[in-house]
Structure formats: C-alpha cells, structure tokens
C-alpha cells in the first residue's frame, strides 16, 4: 500500500503560497469622496441655455492637452496616457452634447475659425511617503489622497484670443483593507462624476458669453 500522507511537496507550498500573496494584492478597498467643484455654475444654471445673440453654433475646433501629476511629478507614460484617453477625453466628449455653441465643434480642426483649446491636469496630492507605506503594508496602513482636475482654457478666432477660463474639481480618496468589505463606501463613479462637472463649469462660462463671442454679424 502506498501511503498518501506526509510532508507537502515543496513545490505545492509554493503554489499556495503564491496564490494566497495573489489574492492578498488584490485586497484593497477604496472609498472616493466628491469636495466641490469650482466656479460651481453646474447645480444653478441650465444647461441647455439658448446661444443668445448667436444664430447658430459656431465651426470651432477643440484641441485637448492633458497631463497627469502625481505628488507633483509626472506619473508613469503608460498611467498618463490611459488617464487622457480613456477618462479625460471621455469624461469631455460626455458632456459636449449638453451644449448647443458645441454642436458643430470637431477635433483638431484645421480650418476652423474657432479655436477651443483645453488643458486638462488631474493632480493627486497628498504624502508620497504615507502612500509608499500603505501601499507597502497592502493597505493595513490607511492613506488618503486628493485629486484635482484642473482645466485651463483659451478661445481665439482666426488666431486672435478671446478670452480665458478655468475650472477646478476636487474628489478625495481613502485606501483602507476595510473598506474592502464596505462597497457601499467605494464611490467608483466620483472621479468621472467630478470631472463631468467640471467640464460642465467650463462650458458654461463661455455659453454664457455667447453672444459676445460668437457674433451674427
């Protein structure tokens, strides 16, 4: 008779081991809190505002720079790239129907007398040194971190400026192993909630200047 029990095979232990560490990475809970956003035009002001003295809405091209800070330093290509692709411009192309001066809008478009460029950065801020840790401890140690989605913006006309605007959101976040039994804390949708209105507050700055911006005459 063969026996069957005895000593675990090392390479078994190994196996085990590897998956119990897998499963502890991804044992992080994240709870997302929305600050404010500023001008703070978004809750009391319509958006669907007529374009006043504009008859129609103008051939504009819209340009978009982003940029992705972390601690103050660019974060890694690869994160600043999937940030500007998939959340920023999404977040932007969003909330562009909710405009009427934006209907005829279009990217990068040369020949377009309007030009509407924005520059967008998302900045987390916060302790490197208290995030390193928690990060460390996989989330044992709790962090907290705040987020800041800035927009600068310049509108010009066959090369001239117009004018200026900006608009900051702000959403916090706390990374804690608890949180990861708490769902109904984790906020998935706060960052692109806060971006969305920012880009509303935006917009609603140069739909408000309609008139004097995009004349009939």
Not at 90 to 101: A, D
Not at 107 to 129: K, M, N, Q
Not at 144 to 153: G, M
Not at 188 to 210: N, P
Request: glycine letters at 8%.
């Amino acid at each position: 008779m063969t026996r069957t029990d005895g000593p675990m095979p090392i390479s078994s232990l190994y196996g085990r081991w590897m998956v119990c560490l897998g499963l502890s990475l991804c044992l992080v809970g994240c709870a997302n809190t929305r600050l404010s956003h500023e001008p703070g035009l978004v809750t009391g002001v319509d958006r669907q505002q007529p374009l006043g003295g504009a008859a129609r809405a103008p051939e504009l091209s819209l340009i978009l720079h982003t940029r992705h800070l972390e601690f103050g330093e660019p974060s890694d290509p690869s994160v600043g790239k999937w940030w500007s692709q998939r959340k920023i411009r999404g977040r932007l192309e969003e909330v562009m129907g909710e405009f009427p001066f934006l209907a005829e809008a279009q990217w990068e478009a040369t020949d377009a007398p309007y030009r509407l460029v924005i520059e967008a950065t998302h900045a987390i801020r916060g302790s490197r040194f208290r995030s390193g840790l928690s990060s460390t401890t996989r989330y044992i140690i709790p962090s907290s971190e705040q987020s800041d989605v800035e927009l600068d913006t310049w509108l010009s006309r066959d090369g001239n400026l117009l004018k200026t605007y900006g608009a900051v959101g702000s959403y916090k976040t706390k990374r804690h192993l608890i949180f990861l039994l708490l769902p109904m804390m984790w906020g998935s949708k706060v960052s692109s909630e806060t971006m969305e209105d920012t880009f509303r507050d935006l917009f609603l700055q140069i739909q408000r200047d309609a008139a004097e911006l995009f004349p009939t005459g």
